[in-house]
């Protein structure tokens, strides 16, 4: 089992920025990636970025060049740093721990998730 603890949302204006953190207990040896999902009021899960044990990183399209995945792996932790927020990423966030295959990562894990939101 690997327990995950997210950290770190909270209330943004648009155009401003916020820190995600992660950190992860258990059997994180078990899994091969770590990474990010959201899920607005009635819309899907989807993935926003994952990052494998060698750093090799993957983002969601609506996300990219805006958000950045990093990784502590002495601290069992993964961040992410959002900037350029708009009111379309109000969203729960949640941390995930999964293996990733090719390019897709398959979550086992899940976080209880923490809540952000955009202003206009």
């Known amino acids: 089992q690997v327990q995950l603890v997210e950290s770190g949302g909270g209330l943004v204006q648009a155009g401003g920025s916020l820190r995600l953190s992660c950190t992860a207990s258990?059997?994180?040896?078990?899994?091969?990636?770590m990474g990010w999902y959201r899920q607005a009021p009635g819309k899907q899960r989807e993935m926003v970025a994952h990052?494998?044990?060698?750093?090799?990183?993957t983002y969601g399209d609506s996300v990219k060049g805006r958000f950045t995945i990093s990784r502590d792996s002495a601290k069992s932790s993964v961040y992410l740093r959002m900037n350029s927020l708009t009111p379309e990423d109000t969203a729960v966030y949640y941390c995930?721990?999964?293996?990733?295959?090719?390019?897709?990562?398959?979550?086992?894990?899940w976080g209880p998730g923490t809540q952000v939101t955009v202003s206009s």
């Open positions: 995930a721990a999964g293996n990733v295959y090719i390019t897709t990562m398959l979550p086992e894990y």
């Open positions: 990052i494998t044990n060698s750093g090799r990183s």
């Open positions: 258990g059997s994180i040896f078990s899994v091969n990636a």
